[in-house]
């Protein structure tokens, strides 16, 4: 009996921390989903090796830092418009359609800084084509497939996938920044000059926007917003909650007794003077504190952390790359116990309280005169710094309508990168006059503000899932307290 019960105990342990890690969920997805996740993968490998050396690469040109904080104000500038003009067309065009195109500009980029030379050639391509110059998401990619991810989940498991989706992405940006450090110096070690193995990270670069674009041909139809609007979600009774409400603001009102209308295809563009007036509301609050939180993620980008750690301690590209890759993959760990808090403290807490630790590391970040210091204080921040990504985007996506979902989003990421923009020139400038330091104390700063901002605004929100969850625990008490009953009658009989 001992080794069966100790069998069962394993088993059980084992299925809950499955189910705590969003393993199950993870397991039971689409096709589709696990092709969104590759493509996440591919593409942040591309961005983090891009990333590592961009700013290396223009100063290795001889540009000033002025200049290498103007290129990549323009290129986040570029990115909103293009961006925002994919994303508003996206559900009429086809999504698939996007992402390849999205992924073909990855490839134009990347031939034309592989070859060329010219600052304002580099600039266009960047502004035209997609360029990260932060190692974070750029293009219309991020604003698509959260939006598929989202009708292709319910949501009840939709923080675990998002989560996973973060993860892949992290993974891809550590991989990434490791591989590119390496080979980098490398190559020059065997010879080369730095500028040579530069562009050769440009070449794989636009390699990877192909295979990117090959991947993205296989996703199925159901990806699309027509059959995300034929194929409304329910709650446990059959009742669309989605198409009922952008979110739940009373957890009071009873359920409708009539069936839903027929759900209407979505309209071919969605605009904010579109959008329902709760959606548009929360919309406005979310991009107003988001304006902040993306201007401090500007102003230090991982190219410029690298470019700085460079400056400031003399560090090769392969150790560099090994410091940004360690970072990545720390915070990878931590992105997948994201959806499991969550669950048990709600999505906006899940988000202030793992992000607000990260914004007082970076505001910490260049003090330290110590090497050993500077990257505790790097990987730290890397742990918590990206948990709330995941539990923003399932509460993005729960708090309006699905077909204003792609939409939303990429008005969502434009107003972000809008405000991005002026990040690197903002550094760049106080970098040119000795005052690199002040960008990290003040990105810190700001970022802290956005946490106590979402958490003023947002805590007490009842979104979609709310109602699902809180019946399921109904549910759950009241078998516990039939069983219970039953229990006690039965030792009272047992007693007689």
């Not at 961005?47 to 200049?67: E, P, Q, R, V």
């Not at 019946?471 to 047992?494: G, I, M, P, V, Y």
Request: hydrophobic share 50%.
């Amino acid at each position: 009996m001992a080794p069966s019960s100790s069998s069962t105990t394993a088993t059980n342990f084992a299925h809950k921390a499955a189910q705590e890690l969003g393993l199950i969920t993870l397991s039971q997805c689409s096709k589709d989903i696990y092709l969104l996740l590759l493509t996440r993968f591919i593409r942040m490998f591309a961005y983090g090796s891009s990333t590592l050396i961009l700013a290396l690469y223009f100063a290795a040109l001889g540009h000033s830092d002025t200049k290498i904080g103007l290129f990549m104000s323009l290129t986040l500038v570029g990115d909103v418009l293009i961006s925002l003009a994919l994303t508003m067309v996206a559900d009429s065009l086809g999504r698939r359609r996007i992402l390849i195109l999205g992924a073909l500009l990855m490839t134009l980029s990347g031939a034309v800084f592989a070859t060329l030379s010219n600052y304002w050639i580099l600039l266009l391509a960047a502004v035209v084509g997609v360029i990260s110059p932060s190692g974070n998401e750029i293009g219309p990619f991020r604003a698509v497939e959260e939006s598929t991810i989202a009708h292709l989940s319910d949501a009840n498991t939709r923080s675990d996938i998002f989560a996973w989706y973060v993860v892949f992405g992290t993974l891809g940006t550590a991989g990434g920044a490791l591989a590119c450090g390496w080979v980098t110096q490398g190559l020059q070690a065997a010879g080369w000059s730095e500028l040579a193995a530069f562009r050769l990270v440009f070449w794989i670069y636009a390699a990877i926007g192909l295979v990117k674009a090959g991947i993205s041909l296989y996703l199925s139809p159901a990806c699309e917003a027509q059959q995300a609007a034929a194929k409304p979600e329910e709650d446990p009774e059959g009742i669309d909650l989605q198409e009922q409400q952008p979110f739940l603001a009373d957890g009071n009102s009873a359920a409708p007794a009539a069936a839903p209308p027929k759900p209407k295809p979505p309209p071919k563009k969605y605009g904010i003077t579109t959008l329902s007036p709760k959606s548009r509301a929360t919309l406005i609050r979310l991009c107003a504190l988001f304006f902040f939180d993306s201007l401090a993620s500007g102003m230090v980008p991982n190219s410029l952390i690298a470019f700085f750690m460079e400056r400031k301690f003399g560090m090769p590209q392969g150790k560099l790359g090994t410091i940004l890759a360690a970072a990545s993959f720390v915070s990878s760990i931590g992105n997948i116990m994201a959806s499991s808090i969550a669950k048990r403290i709600g999505l906006v807490k899940t988000m202030v309280f793992t992000h607000l630790p990260s914004a007082i590391f970076l505001a910490l970040f260049p003090l330290p005169p110590s090497l050993v210091i500077t990257i505790i204080l790097l990987v730290a921040r890397a742990s918590l710094s990206s948990m709330d990504q995941a539990p923003r985007s399932a509460f993005l996506s729960a708090v309006v309508l699905p077909e204003e979902r792609t939409a939303v989003m990429g008005i969502v990421n434009t107003v972000k990168t809008m405000s991005q923009s002026s990040g690197p020139l903002i550094t760049g400038t106080l970098a040119g006059g000795g005052r690199f330091w002040v960008a990290f104390v003040v990105a810190g700063a700001l970022k802290a503000s956005y946490d106590i901002g979402m958490l003023t605004m947002f805590v007490g929100m009842r979104i979609e899932g709310d109602r699902q969850r809180e019946r399921a625990d109904d549910d759950n008490a009241a078998r516990e307290s039939d069983e219970h009953s039953r229990t006690s009658e039965e030792a009272a009989d047992q007693g007689k």
